[in-house]
């Protein structure tokens, strides 16, 4: 998912480039005037298209939370402690890991 935000950042960014530049020129009728303008406005879409894709990712991610509670964990409050939920996720975690770089011998 990391190499997916990294092209919506560039992509966002991308799209308020084109739209200032064009903005720009029709405006201005100058082009060394638009490409300044369009390139804050890449830097500005390119903020806000970050900022709106960790928005949908946190979104998600209580989604997701929200989805992996089971009736039968909120039925007894001695196995729902703090150890035993600390278990149970560290469980998940480390069954779900992918790698990251896989080593050659």
Do not use: W, Y
């Amino acid at each position: 998912m990391n190499n997916d935000a990294k092209f919506f950042f560039c992509l966002s960014g991308f799209f308020g480039f084109i739209i200032f530049f064009i903005f720009g020129i029709l405006i201005t009728n100058d082009p060394l005037v638009a490409l300044v303008q369009s390139s804050f406005g890449c830097l500005f879409f390119a903020v806000c298209g970050r900022m709106l894709l960790s928005f949908i990712l946190n979104g998600n991610i209580v989604d997701s939370n929200s989805n992996s509670l089971h009736p039968r964990d909120l039925s007894s409050p001695i196995e729902n402690n703090p150890t035993n939920l600390a278990t149970a996720a560290m469980n998940e975690a480390s069954t779900t890991a992918n790698r990251m770089v896989d080593a050659q011998v």
